[in-house]
């Protein structure tokens, strides 16, 4: 059983140190203290195995702590770790001073900890086994003074088979530097037979400097009767294979307590340091590319800033994500996607300096630190260098179309002063270049955080909106130009937003897409729509349809047949009494799947219609494939249909495709008497617009209803 004491002010540390110090092996019995005196006091009648310790504490620091701690009987040999944010070598020859072995760094390794502690702990049970066998031995030469000499020799003999046993390397030297004895595994480590040079100097076989080194460690040894905290050092085997070794010095003394050699034990911890080295390089590069990651670029960025605490040093940060990139995984497969990732990568590493550094943050974000610059201008010509270098990168064997990317530029010290800020303001930046279309770069300004800030507001009371029942729906009245009668009418987001009135969606939906609030907003407006047009049936208004419009988040899910059926179940709704709007960027996205939701709607009677017609990627292919009972024609092109000859064409070639498909055509943004004449000559079956009635609330659309007796018999 092993006894870990370990010494924190702060309760959180303390926990995730026990908690990983019961983790090292079977039967650990792990204490904790918060205050370094108190810790103190316990173990002046309790002896752990191993103590970890932070430097930085309120009453004492952890040199100190460690200091006192050495002076308690039997503490001498205890291997002590020192918990340290502070990378200044004053701080570690303070605590080597005062009796430290090993040292981690803050915030901690969690692999690396255990690790470390384990290793300690080994090397101190293979102390403590020493020990106890001398102990033994020494009983033994009490029981018999008669028998002294045999027992003395017998138990020698023991002693160094056990001694020869060990997987450690095991030597003694006395006062002059001379060899007194060393084990087998010193022996096969060194490739020499070492009981020829009992009796001569350790410099006749070991290099002159590690002889000179030792030599002068184990004069300190005899000086001060104490032993050594562990270090560790670089041996070279016999084969000259360069290994690490945890290594230990302590004292032997006779019977008068005066030190007659200085005992040299050596762990090897070659397996530990090549563990440690690979946890380092997983923790801090990207597992498909290699490249840095977003732990070694801020790391980067905050050493380049240590440097130049004046702020007269001049570096860039370069977010870099691609645009369209999702367009090779969902063509290609994801593996293609990875391929051109990493030929992507190893083209941008040759456009950056030595010093420079190349990171991958995940998925299709880069980021360049360009260290040493003299002058902006700099940052101007490197971002339009990237943008060529991707727009021009092929990968040989690959049929991948030409890539664009969106970069934001971030400068120090004028664009932050610390590095996580730095990473903020440039990737706020590259969402703007982004906004504008893509293939640009754009440098961070201020008015980029208020933005932000701005937008983060608008985010919790949109939230807030939705809790509070805040959103409202106007209906704008649909006329059938057969009849003259209204048949229907279109549902219209609106927010009564407190201390504003009636908010346009315009000013609110964009950011709804963007954080996902567009979902739940969705479901609000379908099933108030649907409650809504069951009122009007229960009204006397039997065939009346209530049209909304659905975001393309929402056909991404999979779910809008599914919520459909479930709205239309709650409110008792006719589904013959409702309209689902798609614009064509919801077609675009996955024609298969979502000509399968729309059967599915289809069947449940459902109708279905295209808005803004004409605006995206107007086919005749995918109309054809897609069920849908309408066409709806942009208010851009009715606007000026009495002036521009060309959106005359247009309306007349979607009214000429509607009737040749069986297509209702319906044209919305009606303003005047002769656009509505032009849509009649045109062939148009239904319009809406300001001519009839803007969108007003469920009670003036009832009103409306009533005055004009404007409702449609058709069945």
């Known amino acids: 059983m092993s006894l870990i004491v370990i010494v924190d002010d702060r309760i959180t540390n303390r926990n995730i140190f026990a908690k990983l110090a019961s983790s090292i092996e079977p039967n650990v019995t792990v204490e904790t203290f918060g205050e370094p005196l108190e810790a103190l006091d316990w173990l002046v009648d309790n002896l752990p ?30 291997p002590v770790i020192v918990l340290t944010i502070y990378e200044e070598r004053s701080f570690r020859l303070r605590a080597l001073e005062a009796g430290a072995t090993d040292f981690l760094h803050s915030p901690v390794d969690h692999h690396e900890f255990v690790t470390r502690a384990r290793n300690l702990l080994k090397l101190h049970k293979h102390q403590k086994l020493l020990a106890a066998r001398a102990t033994t031995l020494e009983r033994e030469l009490e029981d018999s003074e008669r028998s002294r000499e045999r027992a003395l020799r017998d138990s020698s003999e023991r002693l160094a088979q056990v001694i020869d046993t060990l997987p450690i390397m095991i030597n003694a030297t006395g006062p002059d530097g001379s060899l007194i004895f060393a084990n087998a595994y010193q022996t096969a480590f060194s490739g020499k037979d070492l009981g020829k040079f009992i009796g001569k100097p350790t410099s006749a076989f070991h290099s002159p400097e590690q002889a000179a080194r030792n030599l002068a460690l184990d004069r300190l ?25 945890l290594t230990t010095k302590s004292p032997l003394t006779n019977n008068d307590q005066i030190v007659t050699a200085v005992l040299t034990s050596s762990l090897d911890i070659t397996a530990r340091k090549r563990s440690e080295a690979h946890l380092r390089h997983v923790a801090h590069h990207d597992a498909l590319t290699d490249l840095p990651n ?17 702020g007269d040093q001049l570096f860039g940060l370069y977010i870099i994500d691609l645009d369209g990139f999702k367009k090779i995984n969902d063509l290609f497969g994801h593996a293609a996607g990875d391929r051109y990732l990493k030929a992507l990568a190893r083209a941008l590493s040759f456009e950056i300096r030595e010093n420079d550094m190349l990171a991958r943050l995940g998925g299709d974000e880069f980021a360049i630190v360009q260290s040493d610059m003299m002058s ?51 990737s706020l930046a590259m969402y703007r270049a982004k906004s504008e279309n893509g293939n640009s770069f754009s ?20 939230q807030h909106a939705l809790e509070r029942g805040e959103f409202r729906l106007f209906y704008q009245p649909q006329i059938d130009l057969a009849t003259g009668l209204v048949d229907g009418a279109e549902a219209l987001l609106r927010w009564n937003k407190p201390g504003s009135g009636i908010v346009a969606p315009g000013v609110f939906l964009p950011r709804a897409e963007e954080n996902g609030l567009i979902l739940p907003i969705n479901e609000w407006v379908l099933f108030e729509a649907c409650r809504a047009a069951k009122r009007w049936q229960q009204r006397g208004f039997q065939h009346l349809r209530v049209a909304i419009n659905l975001s393309p988040i929402q056909f991404r899910k999979r779910t809008v047949p599914l919520l459909v059926a479930h709205a239309l179940a709650e409110t008792g709704l006719d589904p013959r009494r409702l309209e ?30 295209i808005d803004d017609f004409g605006t995206g ?3 005749l292919g995918y109309v054809k494939r897609l069920p849908v009972d309408r066409l709806k024609i942009d208010q851009s092109f009715v606007r000026t249909l009495a002036t521009d000859p060309n959106d005359a064409a247009i309306i007349r070639a979607i009214t000429t495709l509607g009737r040749s498909l069986n297509l209702g055509v319906l044209a919305e943004g009606v303003e005047t008497a002769e656009q509505l004449q032009r849509l009649r000559a045109e062939g148009c079956d239904h ?29």
Do not use: C, W
């Open 580 to 609: 689902l709007e798609l614009t064509e960027s919801i077609v675009m996205q996955d024609i298969d799947a979502v000509a399968e939701d729309l059967r599915k709607l289809m069947e449940m009677g459902v109708h279905i219609s």
């Open 443 to 462: 440098y961070f300004a201020s008015d980029m955080q208020t933005r932000a800030r701005v937008a983060a507001q608008l985010d919790g009371e949109l």
């Open 376 to 426: 902006t201008t700099e940052a101007t010509d490197f971002a339009n260098r990237i943008l060529t270098v991707i727009a021009g990168f092929e990968v040989p064997g690959e049929s991948f179309a030409p890539m664009s990317a969106s970069i934001g530029v971030a400068l120090y010290p004028s664009d932050a002063n610390d590095a996580d800020q730095l990473l903020i303001n440039a």
């Open 221 to 245: 040894v005899f000086q001060t009767g104490k032993p050594l905290p562990a270090y560790e050092e670089e041996l070279a085997d016999v084969g000259g294979v360069i290994r690490h070794f």
């Open 687 to 715: 319009v809406q617009g300001f001519y009839f009635a803007k969108p007003m609330p469920e009670h003036e659309f009832l009103a409306y209803l009533s005055d004009d007796s404007a409702i449609a018999s058709i069945a």
């Open 294 to 310: 977003r732990v070694s670029l801020l790391e980067n960025m905050r050493k380049l800033i240590t440097r130049s605490r004046r």
């Open 617 to 619: 990627y107007s086919s």
């Open 49 to 78: 195995d191993l103590i970890i310790t932070d430097f930085k504490m309120p009453t004492i620091d952890g040199a100190e702590f460690i200091r006192r701690f050495r002076e308690l009987p039997g503490a001498s040999e205890i």
